[in-house]
């Protein structure tokens, strides 16, 4: 269990450094208006394609820690969230977004998947944060609380400004919810692996 939580830790740190690293160095997305995905549009697609299946194979490890931890008595919809995230970020990933302008079926369901993903993400965030935070070392409670609602509000801030009129908005909240669900993540994998090296 603990190699688990190691390695779910390393790969979502390797993913925030990726996505970051994407929006320094691929100038033809803008971090505010444009979504996340159109780095997949360009010269950038396979980095960005590795970010995507990094940070998964990171939810899939956590997810494994999940389903088979006694000690931190979590909901049994956190789980059963984490599968849908795990493979609705697969198919994010293998159904193309549309270009810029364009609206074809590809791209509807892209956004549907898309949506599935991030609802995935804070459901189990949401229902997982107490019972991870409870017999956690002081700092970590706090990050995980913390971190909890700052993607509540960037998921709040991403539902908003997918009006038109606020459109242009759009791509900062939605980096920030991926980064404060990326960072929750490798925070719930540091507590597991506190659990583990307890138990």
């Given at each position: 269990m603990l190699m688990l939580s190691i390695g779910s830790a390393v790969l979502?740190?390797?993913?925030?450094?990726?996505?970051?690293?994407?929006?320094?160095?691929?100038?033809?997305?803008?971090?505010?208006?444009?979504?996340?995905?159109?780095?997949?549009?360009?010269?950038?697609?396979?980095?960005?394609?590795?970010?995507?299946?990094?940070?998964?194979?990171?939810?899939?490890?956590?997810?494994?820690?999940f389903a088979s931890d006694r000690s931190t008595q979590l909901p049994a919809v956190v789980?059963?969230?984490?599968?849908?995230?795990?493979?609705?970020?697969?198919?994010?990933?293998?159904?193309?977004?549309?270009?810029?302008?364009?609206?074809t079926r590809s791209g509807k369901l892209h956004l549907v998947f898309a949506i599935a993903s991030f609802a995935a993400a804070y459901t189990a965030i949401a229902n997982a944060t107490a019972a991870l935070a409870h017999g956690a070392p002081a700092w970590l409670a706090a990050g995980l609380a913390s971190v909890r609602w700052l993607a509540m509000v960037s998921l709040t801030g991403v539902v908003v400004t997918m009006l038109p009129k606020l459109k242009r908005a759009f791509g900062a909240f939605e980096r920030a919810f991926l980064f404060s669900t990326m960072l929750w993540f490798l925070l719930a994998s540091v507590r597991m692996g506190i659990a583990a090296r307890i138990a």
């Open positions: 979502y740190a390797v993913a925030i450094v990726m996505l970051a690293c994407l929006h320094g160095q691929d100038r033809g997305v803008h971090w505010a208006s444009d979504p996340v995905s159109n780095h997949a549009l360009g010269a950038w697609r396979g980095v960005f394609n590795m970010y995507g299946y990094i940070g998964t194979a990171g939810a899939l490890l956590l997810l494994a820690q789980p059963i969230a984490m599968v849908v995230l795990v493979v609705s970020r697969v198919l994010v990933l293998w159904v193309p977004t549309d270009q810029p302008g364009e609206s």
